[in-house]
């Protein structure tokens, strides 16, 4: 055989194609070695690429519901993250840096003596100007005042106090949650970190505070932009100016259940509405009732209800109506297990009409695969 | 005069002159560190001459040193070359070493803990010079040793090396093949990303179908630690894998190597006379020392295997890194490890117990008592034409049951999952998705479908051709597809305006018309079907890709639609006599600088 007499056989041959290989491979450890730093800062930008993209995904299952598929915020229910108050771009930086600038070169100028009017007055006239191109980007974020937005305070994490960075700010709110935040929004954020009982891993919460961070326009937010927004933090000073009511009578957050069951008779329930009210923004069900990590899901709930709840010794005498209204009216009497209590805001009582209740319950019951 | 004892390094120095004492400094340290050879000795060996000094120095190493005394002398000539050994067993002693060094190198940058084992990974990835060199080196070093391995056995075999007196060191080769498949797929778990969770789930759930139930539900927790892999059946697949399974391996290694020297290495089977063995009886004209012949020959085997090893991860291979485990996601298309493709595919065949247990052990059980079992005594190829067939049948078996074990045999997978699952897949296997590796300029925002390819009634103009058909949908339908997009798949559109695909995006337009492919190929599971990829753009460089999914119900019975007698598809009907509308969709994100590239091959 050609090889065995070639290499084989020969012990020079064997030490000159060992060598050589030997050398072979170190010219290459050396090539990979000149191209590392650059392929470690290549994988680390698609890592991060990726990471937006898990992340995206993530939002659109988890977040979307409550603040918008895109980001916009949720009236009345979830302030915008794709907003440039949330990364605290401030549209009157360049107008203020001018308006100091010509103010100091006024100051100067008054100062002098002898005083030369003629500067004073051009310094004046500029000042003027500004002033009013001021008032005027002002009077373009009119809109966005109204919903709460004040342009001379235009950093989020300056007016709440964070003192770290924006990324631990959107991080460690997505750890634990607003805990409080059901007191001036309908249900409070709830948490969202393994380590503090939600269904996220630190992985997951680290892609989605990158996808959060990604919408950051730095110097390129427009006034269209803030315009665009829906819903502006509210700060908690008065939990009445955010109360969204029914326009009928409540069913009252403390009424019992018989009288809830009473008041229910004398209305029917309809599927469909009662769907639409499900899925909306102002009821928010579907913000949990999605996941079965966070809720019970909405999928099979009357099939559920049927087989398993009422067989339970403490629901002896109750329909599955009956079980249904207390469970939405009086959420924390009995807790499926094992979701944790008092996540689901108790204040439904308040919010709804018997007509809308009676709807919900109509459409749970088609809930029956 | 020294005070030592002895004279020392000075005392020679000025005795014989510097140099000559230093000389002679450097031969005693060799000769100490080679257990026997000197400069001149080691000059000679690699020169290729005869020793010039007499007894030969050359097998005082194998006399007196610790790494050659597992090593013969010197070899019969007739097993130096290519055939009988290919050298199979010593490249399988390399890749233990080698694997073991590569190994402690990520051993140092990894903690065998959940919440920071795949974070390990990432950095190894993108932190550590020369990381993800180490990490492709050990992992195609991995499956490299189980085909090396596996050939190793064969040879064995086939040359009949495995007879009388040999029987016992075969039976240490299967426990050694045992360790390396086992030291393989334990590694699997360790970067805790979705391909090994899910493979060592596959492999351990096996091990709970172990009858009777009481031992397969404790040896099931014995090794995961818990019902499910967590933190401890990590922290006992890394103990296995760096601890455990290396020790029996190193030890066993051992014996095997002992059992070498002990009965020689069998020559090719056509040199002896049948039921002869002349392994230890090789005459002086047939013999080739070790050193320097076999010492240079199998250090030229390995610089070569290297230079291939470090050749393929540089251009050819790097090892797989899936998304973070999850064990609330499966991954559709999950498989073992390809070595163990065959007892998936035996799973496949019915029962677990039967197929997941008995049958590997049997397996394994007769591989371990095969040389005890045939008593034959010839070697000859010519006297052992059963043998031989019987093993090259057994041999298509195994093919054949690692092709039952892919994902492709006998999984039925709903059409439209399988077709959303082909288009948008995140890279797994050496696959992804269609749509994936779609450069990101040519994703441009639009709705488009794959009626556009139907353009046969409009004389080929798509313009047309999509204005009509969206005219032709219902609004009720129109309706309950963007229901359908907004709420299930969260996507802010508010109308399906179809668009023909640009004609700057050639890629996208391919992606299109395999989609309209796979639709036209399932088309009795998916009658009347049409497609629709949806491009958005959420955030700067970051676009969402939506698949939409729509056809005509129809029966299904165990994944195969139901004909009727004239062939055609049996339709689903609603109250009124309408065909039943089906939708499926799922969607991507893609990052400008996420860089998917087709994988070569795909």
């Known amino acids: 055989m050609k090889l065995n007499r070639l290499l084989i056989e020969r012990i020079d041959h064997r030490i000159l194609v060992g060598t050589l290989a030997f050398l072979a491979t170190m010219v290459l450890v050396g090539w990979i070695w000149i191209n590392e730093n650059a392929r470690m800062a290549a994988f680390e930008a698609q890592f991060n690429a990726r990471s937006i993209e898990r992340g995206a995904a993530l939002f659109a299952t988890n977040c979307s519901s409550c603040h918008g598929v895109d980001g916009l915020g949720n009236v009345g229910r979830a302030p915008a993250l794709n907003s440039p108050y949330m990364f605290g771009h401030d549209y009157l930086a360049e107008v203020n840096s001018q308006i100091a600038t010509v103010q100091a070169e006024l100051d100067a100028a008054m100062a002098a003596t002898p005083q030369d009017q003629t500067a004073i007055d051009g310094f004046n006239a500029q000042m003027a100007e500004l002033e009013a191109s001021r008032a005027s980007l002002i009077a373009q974020m009119g809109p966005a005042v109204n919903l709460g937005y004040d342009p001379e305070s235009p950093v989020r994490l300056a007016r709440l106090g964070w003192t770290s960075t924006l990324r631990s700010f959107v991080y460690t709110t997505l750890v634990h949650g607003r805990p409080v935040s059901s007191n001036y929004w309908p249900q409070a954020m709830a948490a969202w970190a393994q380590t503090a009982n939600g269904p996220l891993r630190a992985d997951q919460l680290e892609d989605l505070t990158n996808f959060i961070l990604n919408w950051d326009k730095g110097d390129d937010w427009t006034i269209d932009d803030l315009l ?66 966070v809720a019970p899901p909405t999928e099979g709930t009357w099939t559920r209800v049927q087989n398993e709840r009422l067989t339970l010794p403490e629901f002896a005498g109750y329909t599955g109506e009956m079980y249904l209204a207390e469970s939405i009216i009086h959420p924390n009497d009995f807790i499926v297990p094992p979701y944790p209590s008092g996540v689901m805001p108790s204040n439904f009582g308040d919010r709804l009409s018997y007509q809308q209740l009676a709807d919900l319950i109509a459409y749970m019951q088609t809930q029956d695969q | 005069m020294s005070v030592l004892p002895f004279p020392s390094f000075l005392d020679d120095v000025k005795e014989k002159g510097f140099k000559r004492a230093a000389l002679e400094g450097v031969n005693e340290i060799v000769e100490r560190a080679t257990a026997g050879m000197n400069v001149q000795d080691i000059r000679e060996a690699l020169r290729g001459e005869a020793a010039s000094r007499k007894p030969n120095p050359r097998l005082q190493p194998h006399a007196d040193g610790f790494w050659l005394h597992m090593r013969p002398s010197y070899f019969h000539k007739s097993v130096t070359g290519l055939y009988p050994e290919f050298r199979l067993g010593w490249l399988s002693t390399y890749f233990v070493f080698f694997l073991t060094i590569t190994g402690i190198f990520l051993m140092v940058w990894y903690t065998p803990s959940p919440d920071v084992a795949y974070a390990n990974m990432i950095n190894i990835m993108s932190n550590v010079p020369f990381g993800q060199f180490m990490r492709d080196l050990h992992r195609l070093g991995a499956e490299a040793m189980v085909i090396i391995v596996f050939l190793h056995m064969l040879r064995t075999f086939f040359t009949g090396s495995y007879k009388k007196p040999r029987q016992f060191t075969w039976f240490t080769g299967v426990i050694l093949l045992i360790c390396t498949m086992f030291l393989s797929f334990s590694g699997y778990l360790l970067p805790w990303d979705q391909l090994a969770l899910w493979a060592v789930t596959i492999g351990a759930s096996m091990v709970e179908a172990t009858p009777p139930e009481v031992v397969g539900t404790n040896v099931n927790l014995l090794l995961r630690g818990g019902p499910d892999i967590g933190a401890n059946g990590l922290l006992r697949f890394y103990l296995l894998h760096v601890l455990a399974v290396p020790a029996i391996l190193f030890i066993f290694t051992g014996v095997h190597y002992y059992k070498v020297i002990i009965h020689g290495h069998s020559l090719p089977p056509g040199e002896e006379n049948i039921g002869e063995d002349t392994a230890k009886r090789v005459p002086l004209d047939k013999r080739v020392y070790f050193i320097p012949d076999i010492l240079t020959s199998e250090i ?91 093993a090259f049948v057994l041999l298509s078996l195994l093919v054949y049951l690692s092709y039952m074990g892919l994902p492709e045999f006998g999984v039925s997978t709903s059409a439209d999952s399988e077709i959303l699952h082909h288009m948008l897949m995140e890279p797994a296997h050496n696959h992804m998705g269609v749509l994936r590796p779609i450069p990101f300029d040519q994703l441009v925002p639009g709705v488009y479908t794959t009626r556009q390819f139907h353009t046969d009634d409009y004389d080929g103009d798509i313009g047309t051709a999509l204005a009509s058909f969206q005219d032709g949908i219902p609004p009720e339908q129109n309706d309950a597809i963007l229901f359908f997009l907004q709420n299930t798949n969260h996507l802010p559109i508010n109308a399906l305006n179809f668009t023909a695909v640009p004609a700057d995006a050639p890629e996208l337009l391919e992606g299109l018309r395999r989609l309209d492919e796979e639709l036209e190929a399932n088309h009795a599971e998916l009658p009347n079907a049409w497609g629709a990829i949806i491009i958005t753009e959420p955030q700067n460089n970051l676009k969402r890709v939506d698949v939409l999914l729509v056809w005509d119900d129809v029966q299904i019975e165990n994944g195969e639609p139901v004909l009727d007698e004239n062939g055609e598809p049996v339709f689903i009907l609603d109250e009124n006599g309408q065909r039943q509308i089906r939708y499926n969709g799922q969607y991507m994100f893609i990052n400008r600088n996420s860089q998917y590239f087709a994988a070569p091959g795909a």
């Open chain 1, 228 to 293: 665009a927004v829906r819903q502006f933090p509210i700060y908690p000073v008065d939990p009445a100016t955010v109360v969204v009511g029914p326009t009928e009578p409540p069913v009252g957050a403390t009424t019992e259940i018989a009288a809830i069951m009473e008041g229910l008779s004398g209305v029917t329930g309809d599927p469909q509405a009662g769907q639409t009210a499900y899925n909306s923004a102002q009821l928010g069900c579907t913000g949990c009732h999605i996941n079965a990590a």
């Open chain 2, 300 to 390: 030229m085997w390995i610089s070569v295997t290297t230079l291939i090893l470090v050749i393929l991860v540089t251009w050819f291979f790097h090892a797989p890194l899936e998304a973070h485990a999850d064990s609330q996601v499966t991954p559709l298309g999950t498989t073992a490890p390809w070595y163990f493709l065959w007892i998936q595919g035996a799973l496949k065949l019915g029962d677990k117990v039967l197929w997941g247990i008995v049958f590997p052990t049997v397996v394994i059980i007769f591989l371990m008592v095969m040389p005890y079992l045939d008593v034959t005594k010839s070697r000859r190829f010519a006297d052992r034409r059963a043998a031989f067939s019987v």
